[in-house]
């Protein structure tokens, strides 16, 4: 696939309808997607446990973002004036829910499985809106990936661009060499479904 060039309506709209929020997440993939629009974004991490619980793999995905939404809303750092945002997202491939790699050989072994096949990213937020409540969105895209060489997947492995990234890649970096093409919205696989945030937002505001 081409490239992908920053910043897309979808991001322009966004930061338009939320222009200042709290992203409780460490993610840096998700905080630059949403600043690249020109989102002021206020990072607050939750110490949440990302318990796998639920009956579908988006019920897990969906549980996940939950579970740091509620450690957000409890915690001192809340900010009570601004919009909230947490998510999680996991590929899910062959049945198997796969989220970040903990080594540099699980994330090889993933792109290698991932080599010329489908796989389908679950994306789940959740969106907080002061005085109006909290929002649930989940939305899931195909990626295809292209057949790979042995020494692709070791070149791609070595940008380091599988470190604390669902499925072991990054779209926004080097990860679109890899891909064949994606059904669906980019920005659900980089981690934050903003097609659908933005059409939570406008029903909600």
């Not at 974004?41 to 897990?60: L, M, W």
Request: with cysteine; hydrophobic share 40%.
């Amino acid at each position: 696939m081409d490239r992908i060039i920053e910043p897309d309506d979808a991001q322009l709209i966004f930061s338009r309808l939320l222009p200042e929020l709290v992203l409780a997440s460490k993610s840096e993939n998700r905080r630059a997607l949403i600043e690249c629009g020109g989102s002021i974004v206020h990072q607050i991490p939750t110490d949440a446990e990302e318990f796998r619980a639920g009956n579908t793999p988006k019920e897990v995905v969906l549980n996940i973002a939950k579970s740091k939404m509620e450690a957000y809303l409890s915690s001192d750092k809340k900010i009570e004036s601004l919009p909230a945002l947490t998510a999680d997202t996991m590929v899910l491939f062959d049945g198997e829910l796969i989220g970040k790699a903990s080594n540099e050989g699980d994330a090889k072994k993933a792109i290698r499985r991932f080599s010329g096949k489908k796989q389908i990213v679950i994306s789940a937020s959740l969106l907080y809106l002061p005085r109006i409540g909290i929002r649930k969105i989940i939305d899931t895209a195909s990626v295809i990936f292209k057949t790979l060489s042995d020494k692709e997947i070791d070149e791609y492995i070595a940008t380091g661009d599988w470190i604390e990234a669902a499925g072991s890649y990054r779209l926004q970096r080097n990860g679109w060499s890899i891909v064949e093409r994606i059904d669906g919205d980019w920005t659900t696989v980089v981690g934050l479904p903003m097609r659908k945030l933005i059409k939570t937002i406008e029903n909600s505001l």
